[in-house]
């Protein structure tokens, strides 16, 4: 296969979304996420997989709650950005 591996992934690891908006779009968009990353696991008391794995793993009913938060704003996220893009993304 070309250098991508497949058409549907793109050569810079991130997908469809660095086709969708480039390279001038992705650098401010990627460090606004990964500081709203590092405050919400901040606020969080812990880091996702932390909470994911180790607090769910120990029966913490605030690694429960806050899991299932990670995961159901993942999926709203990833719902609404389907529907904005018209199913590109």
Avoid: N
């Avoid at 690891?13 to 696991?41: D, F, H, K, Q, T």
């Avoid at 607090?55 to 999926?75: I, R, Y």
């Amino acid at each position: 296969m070309p250098p991508c591996w497949d058409h549907r992934w793109s050569c810079t690891g991130y997908g469809r979304l660095s086709e969708l908006l480039g390279p001038g779009a992705l650098v401010p968009i990627l460090p606004l996420v990964g500081i709203a990353l590092s405050y919400g696991s901040r606020w969080a008391g812990g880091c996702t997989s932390g909470h994911g794995m180790s607090g769910c793993a120990a029966g913490s009913p605030d690694s429960l709650v806050m899991t299932a938060t990670f995961f159901s704003v993942a999926v709203l996220v990833t719902l609404a950005l389907h529907g904005l893009t018209g199913g590109l993304l």
